[in-house]
């Protein structure tokens, strides 16, 4: 009989080519407002001065350097970046963000077909084992798509996802969502397959968990979660079918020993994540413990986002939300962690009744194990809700269902339509406000008035505009709401620079101060970055502030900071004054702090060159040549770059000799 109603229910294709069409066309639709916005937070340091990326030929040599310029994760996230180099490839520069934008929202249209295809072997799965009401879709093949389809534009739709699509950057997580999404349809493809006794299940297995696990993990880390995803489906869906029906088969102290061999493997993994991540918490101004405390109550915050979608509680900042410093710092920090042990209990309890609200659950946490627990990430991200959404969505819809079969009131399922044209509409919303730099700013302020980086955004927005006196007033503001962060005060300074309007005594004296203090998060470092640049063009009256911030950090700080940088830093200062022997000193003590850093060694040879010292400048491009081919990051384009400038130079001076 079983058999007999499967056939039935594979038999709509139009229905599945529909429902697919419907989520692509509607991921399209909700998001060309923001097409042409701007790029945001990590896609500067990632993408906009990566050189790696900016391909003007394609070769494997030059592809690999692209995959692996990133230093995020262990494994670098090489598919993701080479996506990013072909997107420059094909576009031929960063200036307009579109194309990279376009590519991101075929991905995530992509993802709403797959979720709408997962959901629905979840649900036939469900259907064919008659569990938690779901039986009654065993008969109606429409109705096993409608609420597929239904479920799946949920997502698709849902406003929590902008910042996975029209934040350039995280096509790390929509691509990495992307090979799991695949991994685990092949796993339910595999699994039918062995209880139905056909060929190659397995095979479809290992394809999915190993073959796109790995890919996806390559595209960011987060895709090895893979693997407890495919156990909790396994224990949802396939229970009481081998191997899990052998447990059952156990004895009582073989279960214990298999219990306690696991909990030996779990606790020594995370003991080894807990080794790997430390070193990481030396840029932050928050503890582990601090951390996972935080991000208690931040699983709430996530959880009210899915839920009860309000547009004004959105936002790429959040660094407005509190940090809990202990159990009742700030006071809904216990009930928070009560409230996330009484939801996983619930889960648990229903999960023989209800396996998808059990599954749904467990799928949201699962989800965000690694993001956001006790490895040295910011605080809050609504793009590490991409795929955890899911679950809790899933969840809604057991509730829905439930409550339908038990007031006999199959109309309740009227609610999905109304919910996926309400969560559109406050998706093309947000899409709107993501349209341009400036409107983007602003709503980020109007919505996150206590947020830092808001009005530091908005800040370095109206200085692009010359709008210099405001630009200032908003960093003002920006550095009174987070005491410790550096970067607004740097970006003062290059606003002063810029407009010639002076900064107070306090001002000028609490740049350093929170330089020697602060540590060089990445922020600040980017800032830096920035201050380095202008050195050359509109700040050139900085380059002894600069060269005083550089020695009192390297002399006082009380933090661990990047040396090389720093010396580097003082290299540049010194060489913009003219003090070209202490530069070079400078730039020797960066070089041999960081043999890899191959900056302060091209800093030298600009100075033989300025000096018209060319045999030194062959001497400096020698070391370069040698350096690199030991590096991370070979920089072959610009060593030929200087070598060609170097042979110029002598053919110019060979001749004006002969003159």
Same mark, same amino acid.
């Given at each position: 009989?079983?058999?007999? %109603?499967?056939?039935?229910?594979?038999?709509?294709?139009?229905?599945?080519?529909?429902?697919?069409?419907?989520?692509?066309? *509607?991921?399209?639709?909700?998001?060309?407002?923001?097409?042409? /916005?701007?790029?945001?937070?990590?896609?500067?340091?990632?993408?906009? =001065?990566? %050189?790696?990326?900016?391909?003007?030929?394609?070769?494997?040599?030059?592809?690999?350097?692209?995959?692996?310029?990133?230093?995020?994760?262990?494994?670098?996230?090489?598919?993701?970046?080479?996506?990013?180099?072909?997107?420059?490839?094909?576009?031929?520069?960063? %200036?307009?963000?579109?194309?990279?934008? @376009?590519?991101?929202?075929?991905?995530?249209?992509?993802?709403?077909?797959?979720?709408?295809? +997962?959901?629905?072997? @979840?649900?036939?799965?469900?259907?064919?084992?008659?569990?938690?009401?779901?039986?009654?879709?065993?008969?109606?093949?429409?109705?096993?798509?409608?609420?597929?389809?239904?479920?799946?534009?949920?997502?698709?739709?849902?406003?929590?996802?902008?910042?996975?699509?029209?934040?350039?950057?995280?096509?790390?997580?929509?691509?990495?969502?992307?090979?799991?999404?695949?991994?685990?349809?092949?796993?339910?493809?595999?699994?039918?397959?062995? @209880?139905?006794?056909?060929?190659?299940?397995?095979?479809?297995?290992?394809?999915?968990?190993?073959?796109?696990?790995?890919?996806?993990?390559?595209?960011?880390?987060?895709?090895?979660?893979?693997?407890?995803?495919?156990?909790?489906?396994?224990? !949802?869906?396939?229970?009481?079918?081998?191997?899990?029906?052998?447990?059952?088969?156990?004895?009582?102290?073989?279960?214990?020993?298999?219990?306690?061999?696991?909990?030996?493997?779990?606790?020594?993994?995370?003991?080894?994540? =807990?080794?790997?991540?430390?070193?990481?918490?030396?840029?932050?101004? +928050?503890?582990?413990?601090?951390?996972?405390?935080?991000?208690?109550?931040?699983?709430?915050?996530?959880?009210?986002? =899915?839920?009860?979608?309000?547009?004004?509680?959105?936002?790429?900042?959040?660094?407005?939300?509190?940090?809990?410093?202990?159990?009742?710092?700030?006071?809904?920090?216990?009930? !928070?962690?009560?409230?996330?042990?009484?939801?996983?209990?619930?889960?648990?309890?229903?999960?023989?009744?209800?396996?998808?609200?059990?599954?749904?659950?467990?799928?949201?946490?699962?989800?965000?194990?690694? $993001?956001?627990?006790?490895?040295?990430?910011?605080?809050?991200?609504?793009?590490?809700?991409?795929?955890?959404?899911?679950? #809790?969505?899933?969840?809604?819809? %057991?509730?829905?269902?439930?409550?339908?079969?038990? *007031?006999?009131?199959?109309?309740?399922?009227?609610?999905?339509?109304?919910?996926?044209?309400?969560?559109?509409?406050?998706?093309?919303?947000?899409?709107?406000?993501?349209?341009?730099?400036?409107?983007?700013?602003?709503?980020?302020?109007?919505?996150?008035? $206590?947020?830092?980086?808001?009005?530091?955004?908005?800040?370095?927005?109206?200085?692009?505009?010359? $709008?210099?006196?405001?630009?200032?007033?908003?960093?003002?503001?920006?550095?009174?709401?987070?005491?410790?962060?550096?970067?607004?005060? @740097?970006?003062?300074? #290059?606003?002063?620079?810029?407009?010639?309007?002076?900064?107070?005594?306090?001002?000028?004296?609490?740049?350093?101060?929170?330089?020697?203090?602060?540590?060089?998060?990445?922020?600040?470092?980017?800032?830096?970055?920035?201050?380095?640049?202008?050195?050359? #063009?509109?700040?050139?009256?900085?380059?002894?502030?600069?060269?005083?911030?550089?020695?009192?950090?390297?002399?006082?700080?009380?933090?661990?900071?990047?040396?090389?940088?720093?010396?580097?830093?003082?290299?540049?200062?010194?060489? /913009?004054?003219? &003090?070209?022997?202490? !530069? =070079?000193?400078?730039? &020797?003590?960066?070089?041999?702090?960081?043999?890899?850093?191959?900056?302060?060694?091209?800093?030298?040879?600009?100075?033989?060159?300025?000096?018209?010292?060319?045999?030194?400048? $062959?001497?400096?491009?020698?070391?370069?040549?040698?350096?690199?081919?030991?590096?991370?990051?070979?920089?072959?384009?610009?060593?030929?770059?200087?070598?060609?400038?170097?042979?110029?130079?002598?053919?110019?001076?060979?001749?004006?000799?002969?003159?």
């Amino acid at each position: 009989m079983l058999n007999m %109603d499967n056939d039935r229910l594979k038999h709509s294709y139009l229905w599945h080519l529909a429902a697919a069409v419907t989520c692509l066309v *509607l991921a399209v639709v909700i998001y060309l407002p923001g097409l042409s /916005g701007p790029y945001v937070f990590d896609d500067t340091p990632n993408l906009l =001065i990566n %050189d790696y990326i900016k391909l003007n030929h394609l070769s494997p040599d030059s592809l690999y350097q692209a995959g692996y310029s990133l230093k995020a994760g262990p494994l670098q996230r090489p598919i993701s970046m080479i996506s990013f180099a072909l997107n420059y490839y094909f576009a031929g520069s960063f %200036d307009d963000s579109t194309p990279y934008k @376009i590519t991101n929202v075929a991905v995530h249209a992509a993802n709403g077909m797959l979720v709408y295809w +997962f959901i629905y072997l @979840i649900l036939l799965r469900l259907a064919l084992n008659r569990n938690g009401g779901w039986d009654r879709l065993r008969h109606s093949p429409r109705k096993l798509v409608a609420l597929s389809a239904g479920i799946a534009l949920l997502w698709t739709v849902h406003p929590i996802q902008l910042t996975s699509v029209l934040y350039v950057v995280q096509r790390m997580v929509s691509l990495s969502a992307l090979f799991t999404l695949m991994g685990l349809i092949c796993y339910l493809k595999g699994r039918q397959r062995m @209880i139905d006794g056909r060929s190659h299940g397995v095979s479809l297995i290992l394809l999915g968990i190993l073959g796109c696990g790995t890919l996806g993990a390559l595209s960011k880390e987060n895709a090895v979660l893979i693997i407890p995803l495919a156990l909790i489906l396994e224990i !949802a869906l396939f229970r009481n079918a081998a191997p899990l029906s052998y447990w059952q088969r156990l004895s009582a102290r073989q279960q214990h020993i298999s219990i306690a061999l696991l909990g030996l493997f779990s606790a020594a993994a995370l003991a080894w994540f =807990i080794h790997y991540t430390i070193p990481g918490y030396s840029t932050r101004t +928050f503890s582990m413990s601090e951390r996972m405390l935080t991000e208690t109550r931040v699983m709430w915050f996530y959880l009210s986002l =899915i839920l009860l979608p309000q547009l004004d509680r959105y936002g790429l900042n959040h660094d407005d939300i509190a940090l809990s410093t202990s159990l009742l710092t700030p006071w809904t920090t216990l009930p !928070a962690v009560l409230g996330i042990m009484a939801l996983l209990a619930i889960g648990f309890l229903a999960w023989k009744r209800h396996p998808l609200f059990g599954f749904g659950v467990l799928w949201f946490f699962i989800g965000h194990v690694l $993001e956001s627990s006790f490895i040295a990430l910011e605080l809050v991200h609504e793009h590490r809700n991409y795929l955890p959404s899911l679950g #809790i969505l899933l969840a809604m819809a %057991d509730v829905l269902n439930a409550l339908a079969c038990k *007031l006999k009131f199959s109309r309740l399922w009227a609610l999905v339509p109304v919910l996926v044209l309400t969560f559109a509409a406050v998706t093309a919303i947000r899409s709107t406000q993501w349209s341009d730099m400036y409107t983007f700013a602003r709503f980020e302020v109007l919505h996150h008035p $206590e947020s830092a980086r808001a009005h530091g955004y908005m800040g370095w927005v109206m200085g692009q505009h010359r $709008e210099y006196a405001a630009a200032l007033e908003q960093m003002r503001l920006a550095a009174q709401l987070n005491p410790d962060e550096s970067v607004y005060l @740097i970006n003062m300074h #290059i606003i002063s620079a810029q407009s010639g309007i002076p900064l107070t005594t306090h001002e000028r004296a609490e740049a350093v101060n929170r330089l020697v203090h602060g540590g060089l998060t990445g922020s600040t470092l980017l800032a830096l970055q920035t201050l380095d640049k202008c050195l050359s #063009i509109h700040c050139q009256g900085m380059l002894p502030v600069v060269e005083s911030w550089t020695r009192t950090v390297l002399n006082e700080s009380t933090t661990n900071i990047d040396r090389s940088y720093y010396y580097y830093l003082l290299g540049r200062s010194l060489s /913009g004054q003219g &003090r070209y022997d202490e !530069a =070079i000193e400078a730039l &020797r003590q960066a070089s041999d702090l960081d043999p890899h850093y191959l900056h302060p060694l091209f800093e030298i040879a600009q100075i033989d060159i300025v000096r018209h010292d060319l045999l030194k400048a $062959e001497r400096t491009l020698a070391e370069l040549r040698k350096a690199n081919n030991n590096a991370p990051y070979r920089r072959d384009s610009d060593i030929e770059l200087l070598a060609r400038h170097i042979e110029e130079l002598k053919y110019l001076s060979k001749n004006n000799t002969n003159g």
